[in-house]
């Protein structure tokens, strides 16, 4: 099974990307809502580090953001347990999925945290700095302060563009995309 790691900016498009290549796709963001909405265990966790922003369950988005807001040192206390977590539903995703010939994975912090392997094949996502932040202040949770501290946790761009295999230039147009995925596919399967 070859793995392929989705990487970029905040807000460049990984996901669309990742949706595009037709293959599997574990998105560690939708599963982190997951298990805000599921996982009664992390609630209490969380509650129990940060009583103050943590009172009901399911966890509300609003309140991890307001948690991370509060004081910036809390969001590597909300990835420590969450990580773990996302860990063990990307150890389920790959068991289910050892079959196919690719996954993607499109996980945002897949460096910081070293989820990745060796061989995996890594693509960074690059796109106009000008389209991010259009993009981004069209987000429902839109919250400026909180895309710098996201932004301040991860590795410099430039070192995951060094790191990455590939590059797709990301225009936000289907075509164009599509065509540099087929080739990246191409290359791979080679």
């Known amino acids: 099974m070859i793995k392929i790691g989705i990487l970029g900016e905040i807000g460049s498009g990984k996901s669309y990307i990742s949706k595009n290549f037709g293959y599997p796709v574990f998105n560690a963001d939708?599963?982190?809502?997951?298990?805000?909405?599921?996982?009664?265990k992390v609630y209490f966790k969380l509650k129990k580090i940060l009583p103050k922003h943590f009172q009901s369950f399911p966890i509300q988005k609003k309140d991890v953001l307001k948690a991370i807001l509060n004081n910036k040192k809390n969001l590597k206390k909300i990835i420590k347990i969450v990580h773990l977590e996302i860990q063990k539903k990307l150890k389920i995703f790959l068991r289910k999925n050892n079959h196919q010939k690719i996954v993607i994975l499109d996980i945002p912090l897949l460096l910081e945290n070293r989820i990745n392997k060796k061989n995996d094949i890594l693509i960074f996502v690059d796109s106009k700095k000008k389209e991010i932040e259009k993009r981004l202040k069209k987000r429902k949770n839109f919250n400026i302060k909180l895309i710098?501290?996201?932004?301040?946790?991860?590795?410099?761009?430039d070192l995951k563009k060094k790191k990455s295999h590939f590059v797709i230039k990301n225009d936000f147009k289907y075509k164009s995309i599509r065509k540099d995925i087929k080739m990246i596919l191409r290359e791979i399967l080679k």
Do not use: M, S, T
Not at 30 to 40: A, D, T
């Open 30 to 40: 939708h599963e982190v809502g997951k298990i805000y909405q599921e996982n009664k």
């Open 148 to 157: 710098k501290i996201f932004r301040k946790i991860q590795l410099p761009l």
